[in-house]
T-cell receptor, first 114, second 114 residues
Framework: AAGVIQSPRHLIKEKRETATLKCYPI?????VYWYQQGPGQDPQFLIS???????DKGSIPDRFSAQQFSDYHSELNMSSLELGDSALYFC?????????????FGPGTRLLVL | AQTVTQSQPEMSVQEAETVTLSCTYD???????LFWYKQPPSRQMILVIR??????QNATENRFSVNFQKAAKSFSLKISDSQLGDAAMYFC???????????FGTGTRLKVLA
């Protein structure tokens, strides 16, 4: 079965640079979530999209923005990167109203800011 | 605000034995879902089991079962016949129906001893 795809899997950036993370949800899934997991931490919800509209917002810094495109893939744009942004970024997807709130996670993008 | 607490940072179990991981949560809502996710060293988030709050029957998936005590707001995971491949970080997660974002506990690292 197809899973959530995230690219790139690993990313190294310098401080103050920008990064773009991509997420391709499971086919037919209409909702995408982004989570940030710092070293030794639990995942923290950043933002979600349903049918290309932002549906909820968590602890996402103003330096970050995201969107969902017509093909349902999503991109997380991160600007003015800081050392503290080094983390594993998960994307998850679901088919709202069908999947009983179950989110399926991608493998994550490991971002290292130097 | 809803919170999820996992009071056991680390647990160990002998291979083939049974272990129980604890999770408590705080909510004033009645319609919600609870999950256990497994995160092995690859850091992929893998769904282990799901429980709907409106269901009194405890969920079971092969060697994994839960003890859901709604009044006590407790949601423990029992792993029977533990296998080396069960070694991972286990996260308990809560989502309020209709909010579509997860709140995670801090995780329990499970070690399986041969």
């Amino acid at each position: 079965a197809a899973g959530v795809i995230q690219s790139p899997r690993h990313l190294i950036k310098e401080k103050r640079e920008t990064a773009t993370l991509k997420c391709y949800p499971i086919p037919r899934h209409d909702t995408v979530y982004w989570y940030q997991q710092g070293p030794g931490q639990d995942p923290q919800f950043l933002i979600s999209f349903y049918e290309k509209m932002q549906s909820d917002k968590g602890s996402i810094p103003d330096r970050f923005s995201a969107q969902q495109f017509s093909d349902y893939h999503s991109e997380l744009n991160m600007s003015s990167l800081e050392l503290g942004d080094s983390a594993l970024y998960f994307c998850a997807s679901t088919l709202r109203d069908i999947a009983r709130e179950t989110q399926y996670f991608g493998p994550g993008t490991r971002l290292l800011v130097l | 605000a809803q919170t999820v607490t996992q009071s056991q940072p680390e647990m160990s179990v002998q291979e083939a034995e049974t272990v129980t991981l604890s999770c408590t949560y705080d909510t004033s809502e009645s319609d919600y879902y609870l999950f256990w996710y497994k995160q092995p060293p690859s850091r992929q988030m893998i769904l282990v089991i799901r429980q709907e709050a409106y269901k009194q029957q405890n969920a079971t998936e092969n060697r994994f079962s839960v003890n859901f005590q709604k009044a006590a707001k407790s949601f423990s995971l029992k792993i029977s016949d533990s296998q080396l491949g069960d070694a991972a970080m286990y996260f308990c997660a809560y989502t309020l129906s209709g909010t579509y974002k997860y709140i995670f506990g801090t995780g329990t690292r499970l070690k399986v001893l041969a």
